[in-house]
């Protein structure tokens, strides 16, 4: 995408937010300064925009909780895992939520079926999101005004909407259209072959979610993924510039300024530099920052940084890294996911094609971070990594799933099916002591919600666990 079109797209959005607001579900009265209506295109911008900035958001929340980052602080309620309100995160998904419903009205009233198609992919992609973190959620009612209390549907119920959005999203990205999307859509420019492998892809990773449970099919994830990305050409992301910065590099440059974040899990840095696994892994240098002394050091999550100084002791995200750039993109699905995706829904049926997607998402995410040949090929070689399928075991395929989803909120949605069963991955210390010794399982819901809505609030601990996550 060529910066002259960032900067006129991104000078939309603003104009877009500045002008037209959909606000959440809770907040009915109307506003005379706001106008009752907006552009399909502005509202696409929009939506696209900040569909990645939830990601961010998620991602910032779970990043801890499946120890790639650690805090600084000792004993700091990310690492510890005590209830925290979200409700920042919370009204980000509603808003972009909202943002669509009525994109998918107005498209649909305009015949702008693909419009109508991308923002129903959408839907399913933040939707799945804020159930895969909270459960139960309201949603059947919370589109229409009629109520500021709407009921919570079932996080079972929600995924077969989740379902149902992508697939009429796939449909009508297939068919006629009266506008064409282009340069508001911030992350396929207006490819709807992409955006139609975007949505099944999406749709392998909500059934892979449900392996194990009545109904899930190997065959149906199968046939999603022989629909879904190609290559890392494919890949679904939102890039950024100088005048709005990738919000992991917003974090690498707080913490060179001393406001301290993106400190790195101990857990994160031994699993790739050879002490919880055979092989050194050649990504490390290019994901994380290294010591003052030039070595991988991370953070004990709970426990903080001890005696070690605000700078230079820890490895932390630095600025100007594949993730951290201040044009670095957010990644919201990837060919390398896919693969890994395709390894564990094979794994049972087809180990040979299992272990070849285990080793191709390897490749494709260390080609996406531009590792050199030589070093793919060493650690692809490695007896740690390509250790026959004889032996390979579904342990390889979330150990590198792990490494390859890097701050994004689906490696929670993983560590919680796998139950946390990394290698050295160990409970953080001064652990919340209502989890009784066990990993947390789901997010409380947001204090907001709570005080507004709390008649419908469902009672809910850490420890209880979305549907998808049996024991």
């Known amino acids: 995408m060529k910066p002259s079109n960032i900067l006129t797209k991104i000078g939309s959005t603003i104009l877009v937010l500045m002008t037209f607001s959909c606000d959440s579900y809770l907040d009915v009265n109307e506003n005379p300064n706001n106008p009752e209506d907006a552009p399909i295109s502005g509202l696409m911008i929009n939506s696209t925009y900040e569909s990645a900035n939830n990601v961010y958001r998620v991602g910032d929340i779970t990043s801890n909780y499946v120890q790639y980052l650690a805090s600084p602080n000792p004993a700091s309620a990310s690492d510890t895992m005590e209830p925290v309100s979200n409700n920042n995160t919370w009204f980000s998904l509603y808003n972009v939520m909202t943002d669509l419903v009525v994109l998918i009205d107005k498209a649909e009233e305009q015949g702008a079926s693909h419009y109508q198609g991308a923002a129903q992919v959408l839907m399913g992609l933040n939707l799945s999101m804020g159930v895969d973190i909270f459960g139960n959620m309201p949603f059947s009612e919370s589109f ?27 449909t009508n990205l297939q068919g006629e259209t009266t506008a064409s999307l282009g340069d508001d859509d911030f992350i396929y420019s207006g ?4 955006w139609i492998a975007f949505g099944n892809m999406l ?72 002490t919880s696994y055979e092989a050194i892994d050649p ?4 994901m994380v920052g290294t010591t003052d002394a030039d070595e991988f050091v991370g953070t004990v999550n709970g426990l903080g940084r001890g005696n ?23 990644l919201i699905g990837t060919y390398s996911e896919q693969k890994f995706i395709e390894a564990e829904a094979t794994f049972d049926t087809d180990k040979t094609r299992s272990y070849q997607a285990y080793l191709d998402g390897i490749e ?9 040949q030589l070093e793919i090929d060493a650690y692809l070689e490695s007896s740690s990594v390509d250790m026959g399928e004889s032996v390979f075991s579904i342990n390889d395929i979330f150990k590198e799933k792990w490494i390859a989803l890097f701050l994004h909120p689906e490696a929670w949605n993983d560590a919680r099916r796998f139950d946390y069963q990394y290698k050295d991955m160990t409970l953080p210390a001064n652990l919340n002591p209502d989890l009784s010794g066990q990993f947390i399982r789901r997010l409380s819901y947001p204090d907001s919600e709570v005080s507004r809505n709390g008649n419908n609030v469902p009672s809910v601990t850490l420890l209880d666990r979305i549907f998808w996550d049996a024991e």
Request: hydrophobic share 40%; charged share 25%.
């Open 144 to 170: 229409n005004f009629e109520t500021v209390t709407p009921k919570y549907d079932t996080d079972e119920e929600l995924y077969s909407v989740v379902m149902d959005y992508l697939d009429a999203g796939i």
């Open 191 to 194: 490819d709807v072959a992409k």
């Open 203 to 274: 749709k392998a990773r909500t059934m892979i979610h449900q392996k194990g449970l009545t109904g899930y099919n190997d065959t149906a994830v199968l046939a999603a993924l022989d629909k879904a990305f190609q290559s890392n050409e494919d890949n679904a992301q939102v890039s950024f510039f100088e005048q709005s910065i990738n919000p992991w590099a917003d974090v690498a440059r707080d913490n060179a300024d001393l406001l301290l974040g993106g400190w790195i899990s101990e857990q994160f840095i031994q699993a790739l530099d050879g």
């Open 283 to 286: 990504r490390l240098k290019l």
């Open 308 to 330: 070690a100084p605000e700078q230079g002791a820890r490895s932390t995200l630095v600025e100007d890294q594949y993730y951290t750039s201040i044009t670095s993109p957010i």
């Open 364 to 372: 494709a995410h260390m080609e996406m971070l531009e590792v050199p």
